[in-house]
């Protein structure tokens, strides 16, 4: 799991669940992630796509989305 692989070596990783975050929504999770200056990694690339857009339209700032595809990592 990508969380364990980053968490090894030496990132400090948050995952959704870990902070009650799972039903929050892509929209929540990108606020979330600004408001703690946290990048967020996601497999779903149309979604963060989409708002990330539509935050460099609206002016606004985040930390980053990461985008992979659902491979196996180590």
Do not use: P, W
């Amino acid at each position: 799991m990508l969380a364990e692989v980053l968490r090894n070596r030496g990132c400090t990783v948050t995952r959704v669940f870990e902070v009650g975050r799972y039903d929050k929504g892509d929209s929540g999770q990108l606020a979330y992630a600004g408001k703690h200056k946290m990048t967020i990694v996601t497999h779903n690339t149309k979604d963060y796509a989409i708002l990330s857009k539509s935050y460099v339209e609206l002016g606004k700032n985040h930390f980053g989305i990461i985008v992979s595809d659902q491979n196996s990592f180590s």
